[in-house]
């Protein structure tokens, strides 16, 4: 492998890292990506699973951030209608509240009109006390602004671009850290470590993309030697899982008096995800943990809306991630720019390097356009922007054609009950078909570890998604991590632990 030079070498398997691999491969060039660990372990599985335009960043004057996300929704959802849908969004008010109404109504119309909107249906006002969506609130809150937003399965999204991108030719390294990297000869020369097995190896590339997510920073520090980078604050948000506290299908959008915002939303069919928090972090990005602090904040500010308050007792579970803003000098976490800023290093040299700083899941697949625009100035340009009109993998059926597809799984396949059907379609959309072969019962499908986790799903992720632990199995390529017990998860663990690494 050391032989070979790669146009691109990318460190950094987030959905930055994976969405650039995938776009710059689909253009014609040679790509490397390495990931230290597992694909989506960092910042993008840990997000509030929006796509969305980001209501609350019109406060903060970014409206071009805001119309460039308002414009990737439809865009994205065309893309992978299998884990990208609607959602639509009930934010209460009463007289008296953080924001007046005037403001709300002047963001909404900003937010139905900024960006392009031809499927999601518009704003629209609600009578809480006739509106279903008003049954688990507090009576204070007679009245809310109704708006559309999507929902992302975030994991999901990072993993089938790079599923992607290896399909068109790109050399993926899961669990692969860089730990040096230097210019020599006009190229990179990029020595790696296989966080698995300990095996070195070298590689060379005409260029090196920089997407570490939270370790950006510590990668220009300690692959590149230098010492002076601070460009990067990090910021620490957390949720909650609770068993589910409302029927309704939308989701709540709740002010705190503090000004920040959460989000309650319709969780995994049985649950309801509350998040997030804002607040600085300086430890290492791998050992973020919801405090108590965060726990009781999520409790208290869900329980001054919702008439049965929330209760620590009531979770499930938890997660935190980073998130790795570009320090643009803002007093406050929760008032730093989402926006993202790609650095461009060596232009007009050889060797040159791209550092990419913040950005959000919606803008993901705009940020890797702009990352190519760059690559193209310092290496030349190769094919065109074509991720637009694209699929990602099982992704290839109409926006609105998710029902069609469970129907069509269904008929093939009659042993499924309706519920597993409908989230394998979810998870895999058209490559349901590839997990489950020629199977013509429930047998077929192997062991069964818990929930409607069958062995023949396993596999399939070993064999096409580079999971290799359980964990990977259980909280990023799925939530099943929700349906089974610790003793269930306990041998999943000794299974996968017992087969080869057979994704490639």
Same mark, same amino acid.
């Given at each position: ?29 040679? *790509? ?348 030349? *340009? ?24 469970? *129907? ?97």
């Amino acid at each position: 492998m050391g032989r070979e030079i790669h146009d691109i070498f990318v460190i950094g398997g987030g959905i930055n890292g994976c969405g650039i691999a995938r776009d710059a491969v689909g253009r014609g060039y040679s *790509v490397a990506l390495a990931e230290m660990n597992d694909f989506a372990s960092g910042t993008s599985s840990g997000a509030t699973k929006l796509i969305h335009g980001g209501l609350r960043y019109l406060e903060h004057y970014e409206f071009r951030l805001v119309r460039e996300s308002l414009m990737e929704r439809e865009i994205l959802w065309a893309m992978a209608p299998h884990i990208i849908w609607p959602l639509r969004f009930v934010l209460p008010y009463h007289k008296g509240g953080i924001r007046p109404a005037w403001l709300i109504r002047l963001g909404l119309f900003l937010y139905d009109h900024l960006g392009g909107r031809k499927l999601l249906p518009a704003t629209s006002v609600l009578d809480m006390r006739r509106d279903p969506a008003g049954k688990p609130l507090k009576a204070l809150f007679a009245k809310a602004f109704e708006y559309s937003d999507g929902w992302v399965d975030d994991a999901r999204m990072v993993v089938l671009n790079a599923r992607d991108a290896a399909d068109k030719g790109a050399t993926i390294l899961p669990r692969t850290k860089v730990v040096a990297a230097r210019r020599e000869n006009g190229l990179w020369h990029i020595e790696t470590t296989d966080t698995v097995t300990g095996r070195t190896d070298s590689h060379q590339a005409r260029m090196l993309v920089n997407a570490a997510g939270p370790w950006v920073d510590h990668v220009i520090r300690a692959a590149f030697g230098q010492n002076e980078a601070r460009h990067v604050r990090l910021v620490q948000g957390s949720h909650i899982v609770v068993k589910k506290k409302f029927d309704d299908p939308r989701a709540y959008f709740f002010q705190n008096p503090d000004n920040r915002i959460i989000f309650a939303i319709p969780y995994e069919g049985d649950f309801t995800l509350i998040g997030t928090t804002d607040r600085d972090y300086t430890a290492d990005p791998k050992d973020v943990r919801i405090s108590e602090e965060e726990t009781v904040y999520l409790c208290n500010a869900a329980s001054e809306y919702f008439k049965e308050p929330v209760k620590p007792e009531d979770i499930v579970w938890t997660y935190s991630a980073v998130r790795p803003l570009y320090d643009d000098g803002a007093s406050k976490a929760q008032e730093a720019t989402r926006d993202y800023v790609l650095k461009l290093e060596g232009e007009g040299e050889a060797a040159p390097l791209l550092n990419v700083f913040g950005g959000k899941l919606t803008t993901y697949r705009r940020l890797s356009e702009h990352a190519l625009e760059k690559i193209g100035a310092a290496i030349g *340009v190769k094919g065109a922007p074509w991720t637009a009109k694209s699929h990602l993998p099982g992704g290839d059926f109409p926006v609105k054609g998710y029902e069609a597809e469970v *129907v069509k799984l269904k008929r093939r396949y009659p042993f499924l009950a309706d519920p597993h059907a409908r989230r394998l379609v979810r998870r895999y959309g058209t490559k349901a078909e590839v997990l489950l072969g020629d199977a013509r019962g429930i047998d077929d499908l192997g062991r069964l570890f818990g929930g409607d986790l069958y062995e023949a799903e396993v596999k399939y992720l070993a064999e096409h998604e580079w999971a290799r632990h359980g964990e990977d199995v259980l909280w990023r390529r799925t939530k099943d991590g929700l349906r089974l017990s610790k003793e269930q998860a306990q041998s999943l663990e000794e299974y996968m632990a017992a087969i080869p690494a057979m994704a490639g």
